[in-house]
Nanobody, 113 residues
């Protein structure tokens, strides 16, 4: 059974940092590209960052230069380091295995002074 468990969200001031983590199980982790998405209140879910099986990365323009996605194929985790956070980064963040229609519960990130 595929499981994705996100953690690490919280309340942070503008300009601050957070590190999100996603623990994956129930599938062959190192065979899948992994993604982080986010969904702000009243908006559609959007792709934030993508990491391939081999470690290649891509980012949404809105987070490029501020966010870094990484993966640990031994621990079966995918992380999202978020720096220089802005109020518009406020959202629920979800990880996803590309090609598997399964979502975790997400983790709330709130950027506010």
């Amino acid at each position: 059974q595929v499981q994705l468990v996100e953690s690490g969200g919280g309340l942070v001031q503008p300009g601050g940092s957070l590190r999100l983590s996603c623990a994956a199980s129930g599938f062959t982790f190192n065979s899948y590209d992994m993604r982080w998405y986010r969904q702000a209140s009243g908006k559609e879910r959007e792709l934030v960052a993508h990491i391939s099986r081999t470690g290649s990365t891509n980012y949404a323009d809105s987070v490029k230069g501020r966010f870094t996605i990484s993966r640990d194929n031994v621990k079966k985790t995918v992380n999202l380091q978020m720096n220089s956070l802005k109020p518009e980064d406020t959202a629920v963040y979800y990880c996803n295995a590309f090609g598997i229609m399964k979502w975790g519960q997400g983790t709330q990130v709130t950027v506010s002074s």
